[in-house]
């Protein structure tokens, strides 16, 4: 049974089961989505104001498994689902130069733009950011530009950005500052591509498992809980609601405290995740949000380091 506010009917959710346009999964990836298979059930009413849950709770979090060596040296080389390392073939050795081409890009027009800026207190660096993202664009200097679901080509597990605009440039986050991308599929209906969880104090983050509350409700950045708002069951929310219905497979980055950038945090890529349970919840700031509980799909590469992340 779904949801009367959903978009689509249930047979059309069955007569999706198939191959979705823009899906390119990782080796073992579907193996890891039909392991969810099992898991949706009807859509459970409750009283106004309890939690609305579409799925059941996920098991507990697995032990960490083993950390892949980094490569030192000839070959390029890249983890396995087997947790050894593997020499990229020449395809993946392509893509690879392609994202580091674009980011290189991307960090040289960013100090051209900071030159040519004013240096005052009132001035916003995320300005530029964005801005330089419109300059690749326009140059056609962007990679992977185009919406798909899955893995994107050229970006591994664990690669690190420094700027949201390094994300967008190299295809792996498209929207600037909103924490879900979302493509539209031919049937009509909108499918999330990633999610970026923040370090918000209702987000819980760790390799296996991470719990993140849909977007919207606060201004990006504020605090301030005068400014919270209910979140709605729209735009990115209801893609993701979608996604988990239809057991897609969805990119997720997360932002990390880091010493050693400037700006005192990078956004890390995690791989790819299944939303299992969305519930709908009052935030810390009394405002109705949806929560969404995220598990990691199996047969990909170890995290680099996923002991000291989590």
């Not at 999706?16 to 009807?42: E, K, T, Y």
């Not at 020499?87 to 030159?115: F, G, H, I, Q």
């Not at 849909?214 to 950045?221: L, Q, R």
Request: glycine fraction near 12%.
């Amino acid at each position: 049974m779904v949801s009367s506010r959903s978009p689509f009917t249930t047979q059309q959710v069955q007569n999706s089961a198939g191959p979705i346009r823009g899906f390119s999964g990782p080796a073992g990836g579907q193996r890891g989505v039909d392991q969810f298979r099992d898991l949706a059930v009807p859509l459970k009413k409750s009283k106004k104001g309890g939690t609305r849950t579409i799925c059941p709770p996920p098991p507990p979090d697995s032990p960490p498994s083993a950390t892949a060596s980094p490569a030192g040296g000839g070959p390029m080389l890249t983890g396995s689902s087997s947790g050894r390392l593997r020499r990229l073939s020449p395809e993946e050795e392509k893509d690879r130069e392609l994202v580091r081409k674009a980011l290189e890009e991307y960090n040289r027009t960013v100090e051209v733009l900071r030159r040519g800026k004013p240096k005052s207190k009132t001035h916003n660096p995320a300005g530029v950011y964005k801005e330089a993202v419109d300059v690749l664009r326009r140059k056609r200097a962007c990679v992977n530009d185009e919406k798909r679901l899955g893995s994107v080509p050229g970006v591994e597990i664990g690669k690190c950005f420094h700027h949201w605009g390094e994300m967008m440039v190299v295809g792996v986050h498209h929207p600037y500052r909103r924490g879900i991308s979302v493509m539209k599929q031919d049937s009509g209906i909108s499918l999330a591509t990633s999610i970026v969880a923040t370090d918000s104090k209702e987000n819980s983050v760790t390799v296996e498992r991470i719990v993140y509350v849909g977007e919207g409700g606060m201004p990006y950045g504020c605090t301030d809980g005068k400014l919270a708002r209910d979140q709605k069951l729209d735009g990115g929310n209801r893609a993701l609601e979608n996604s988990m219905k239809m057991k897609q497979p969805v990119r997720v980055i997360c932002k990390l405290p880091s010493l050693g950038s400037a700006a005192g945090y990078v956004y890390v890529y995690y791989g790819l995740y299944l939303a299992v349970e969305m519930n709908e919840v009052t935030s810390v700031h009394g405002k109705v949000v949806f929560q969404f509980v995220m598990r990691r799909v199996s047969g990909q590469p170890d995290l680099p380091g996923n002991r000291r992340l989590q």
